[in-house]
T-cell receptor, first 112, second 112 residues
């Protein structure tokens, strides 16, 4: 069974630009969560989508947004990029509400 | 503010050693505590603990939760070089879906 797929794997942007990251969950998983991982802050929760609805949101500014489509695929968008947005963005899908997450390999964003 | 603290931050051991990793938490609406292993990019699920005093075991790894003292430990016996990774502790919340708050992790290196 295919795992969680994230695209692109690596990208470089400049300050002020925007970026869209994509995540395809494991087939049958309706919950998709996004996390930001940085060396200083560790893994931080961005948001969770379930059946196209945002179910939970972390403490990130409004520049960070997401959505989920009817096939459970999800996208997250970061507008007006800042240097501090450089991070590994991890997507995770889940079959149930247990916290047992299946993570993708991540999208490494570098903001110059 | 919810807090998950792991110790030590890093450690180096020799193959065959036994290690104990610690995770303490101060959160509201605790539902469960989870352990993940991150070798390269994608964290992988190890254990979920919801009840105090019941050990979860998988091969050479085991974990236990103390809900009175608000901590968990992850033990790895007869360590191997393949155990080298970052071990992440996370807490899930009642009504929180799959939102997790992670600790910053313990970096374990196992040398020959």
């Amino acid at each position: 069974k295919a795992g969680v797929t994230q695209t692109p794997r690596y990208l470089i942007k400049t300050r002020g630009q925007q970026v869209t990251l994509s995540c395809s969950p494991i087939s049958g998983h309706r919950s998709v969560s996004w996390y930001q991982q940085t060396p200083g802050q560790g893994l931080q929760f961005l948001f969770e989508y379930f059946s196209e609805t945002q179910r939970n949101k972390g403490n990130f500014p409004g520049r960070f947004s997401g959505r989920q489509f009817s096939n459970s695929r999800s996208e997250m968008n970061v507008s007006t990029l800042e240097l501090g947005d450089s991070a590994l963005y991890l997507c995770a899908s889940s079959l149930m509400n247990t916290g047992e997450l299946f993570f993708g390999e991540g999208s490494r964003l570098t903001v110059l | 503010e919810d807090k998950v603290v792991q110790s030590p931050l890093s450690l180096v051991v020799h193959e065959g050693d036994t290690v104990t990793l610690n995770c303490s938490y101060e959160v509201t609406n605790f539902r469960s505590l989870l352990w993940y292993k991150q070798e390269k990019k994608a964290p992988t699920f190890l254990f979920m603990l919801t009840s105090s005093g019941i050990e979860k075991k998988s091969g050479r790894l085991s974990s236990i939760l103390d809900k009175k003292e608000l901590f968990s430990i992850l033990n790895i016996t007869a360590t191997q070089t393949g155990d080298s990774a970052i071990y992440l502790c996370a807490v899930a919340f009642t009504g929180g879906g799959n939102k997790l708050t992670f600790g910053t992790g313990t970096q374990l290196k196992v040398e020959l």
